[in-house]
Nanobody, 121 residues
Framework: QVQLVESGGGLVQAGGSLRLSCAASGSIFSINAMGWYRQASGKQRELVTTITSGGSTNYADSVKGRFTISRDNAKNTVYLQMNSLEPEDTAVYYC???????????????WGQGTQVTVSS
């Protein structure tokens, strides 16, 4: 059993900041890439940012320079620091992680339950 638990969402004014956290727990051998996706009302889920186990990052153009992803491998936790938030950032944010549950096992993608981020203008 593997769980991803997100926290840190909420309501913030435009220009403000929020920090999301996502902790993985359960039967985990290793975690490859971790990332954040978001889904606005009436839209498809989209990639926000990813980070490899070695720390290489990738960002959607819409968040470059404003959002920063980081991870603590010892805690199996990934963070998303969101600055200069805009109303267009309003969405449910989902954590994703590619997890191996045993040595030489295949990586399997797991999702968190989602956390709402609302940015008011």
């Amino acid at each position: 059993q593997v769980q991803l638990v997100e926290s840190g969402g909420g309501l913030v004014q435009a220009g403000g900041s929020l920090r999301l956290s996502c902790a993985a727990s359960g039967s985990i051998f290793s975690i490859n890439a971790m990332g954040w996706y978001r889904q606005a009302s009436g839209k498809q889920r989209e990639l926000v940012t990813t980070i490899t186990s070695g720390g290489s990052t990738n960002y959607a153009d819409s968040v470059k320079g404003r959002f920063t992803i980081s991870r603590d491998n010892a805690k199996n936790t990934v963070y998303l620091q969101m600055n200069s938030l805009e109303p267009e950032d309003t969405a449910v944010y989902y954590c994703n992680a590619d997890i191996r549950r045993r040595f030489a096992g295949p990586p399997i993608g797991y999702w968190g339950q989602g956390t709402q981020v609302t940015v008011s203008s």
